[in-house]
């Protein structure tokens, strides 16, 4: 539902003051702690950030996507850590539940999640399914009223925190592709559910991934999310929302560092003057302020088609391959304006050039948004 204007307004000034006064300052600090302070979660909670997306009949704010991408651009102006401690919760972790869940389902959980005492995870990846995630091999086995759940995934984003997660598992081993796959809502406190260690990441220190183990956890039934054969598309739905939100993070980083840029420019001088009077430098900063004008276009039109009721497959892809790849390009010009300060790790710069990287591969690589990309044109005929 799309709020009216000035409500909608008033959450991303509020949202925006928040980042600025609160995550701005502790950025560095959350880098080398490797944890997001627990005073700020509780602020995340009582700000109803955990429960943007939820519906408000469970206690969220049940934002539009369009009104999410403007939120999530104000959460780009900061370090995309803090984005990723509610991530799971407005996006993968909750949407499979929101958009095929029972009445029952969305009863039990989503009040939780939209308050934040609930995290939730999206476990899809597995050692050996990565961009082929059609071919999971984590089993799932009928037994009477439950589901027997054997297998690994990988990668989970706050697996570490999570209370509840959706699981793609493979309900029928004779048919390979997605068609075998189902969705299930396990919760993290069923036994035989084990959590890897959070791996050493590249950037974004305070958000954490981890291995998930299944050793023979029984899953009630009722826990499926969908028809048995419909986990594949659960989670390619899922993601067709999650790589527009991705895009409107890469495009508040972009324009983030676009401002740091025309700031430090316009104060370093060499050769007698400020470096912002050369052309050279105006021609980065005017190519990173036009890539990300030409993201925020794309990502916010893609927003409306789907609130608008139509599918969105291509141009979420589409978003999300343009605005990570471009906000790849606008750190490395941010490094390159800043010079020497941009590559230590006092201005900051170096660490988003690094928190960056990710976007480009996680919710599906580029190359994977491309092969969507031209399924998609192919299939429309242009
Ligand atoms: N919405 C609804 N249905 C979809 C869909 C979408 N966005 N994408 C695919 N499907 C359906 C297809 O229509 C097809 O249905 P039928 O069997 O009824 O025809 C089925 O799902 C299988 O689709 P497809 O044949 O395209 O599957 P592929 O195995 O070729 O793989 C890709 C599709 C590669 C696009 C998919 O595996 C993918 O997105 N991979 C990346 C995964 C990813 O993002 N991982 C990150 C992990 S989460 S952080």
Known sequence: MALDAETRDQLIDTVRRFVAE???PIEAQVADDDAVPPEILAEMRALGLYGL???EEYGGLDLSMEDECLVGIELGRTSPAFR????TNVGIGSQGLVMFGTPEQKAKWLPDIASGELVTSFALTEPEAGSDSASVQTRATRDGDVYVLNGAKRYITNAN??????????TNPDIRGGGGVSAFLVPRDLPGLSIGKPEKKMGQQGAHICDVIFDNVRVPVENRLGGEGEGFKVAMQVLDRGRLHISSVCI??????????????????QFGQAISSFQLIQGMIADSKTEAMAARALTLESARKRDSGQSVTLEAAASKYYASEMVGRVADRAVQIFGGAGYVADYGIERLYRDVRIFRIYEGTSQIQQVVIARETLKRGG
């Open 22 to 24: 609160k995550l701005r």
């Open 53 to 55: 997306t939820i519906p």
């Open 84 to 87: 990723s401690a509610f991530g």
């Open 161 to 170: 925190k999570a209370g509840l997660f959706t699981v793609m598992a493979r």
């Open 252 to 269: 508040g980083v972009a324009e983030r560092l676009i401002t740091d840029c025309v700031a430090y420019a316009t104060e370093r001088k």
